[in-house]
């Protein structure tokens, strides 16, 4: 079904539109604001992954209590 989808040809016409809709002077600020989230989100992805599996916690429980 989406074999045929990121052809040369396609890629073109889809920059022709986009060309359209965002004018000459937007685009290189979208494809700037797009880079950045990309960046960001692999930097958190990779922040992610370094955190330590088991982490010390504190749990306080009620059940040992009882009220006279």
């Known amino acids: 079904m989406f074999e045929g989808l990121f052809q040369p040809m396609h890629l073109l016409v889809i920059f022709g539109i986009a060309l359209l809709v965002f004018g000459p002077k937007k685009l290189p600020e979208l494809g700037k604001g797009i880079g950045e989230g990309i ?24 059940q040992g209590l009882t009220k006279e």
């Open 39 to 62: 960046r960001g989100f692999k930097s958190a992805m990779k922040a992610e992954d370094e955190k330590p599996l088991s982490t010390p916690s504190t749990v306080t429980s009620d």
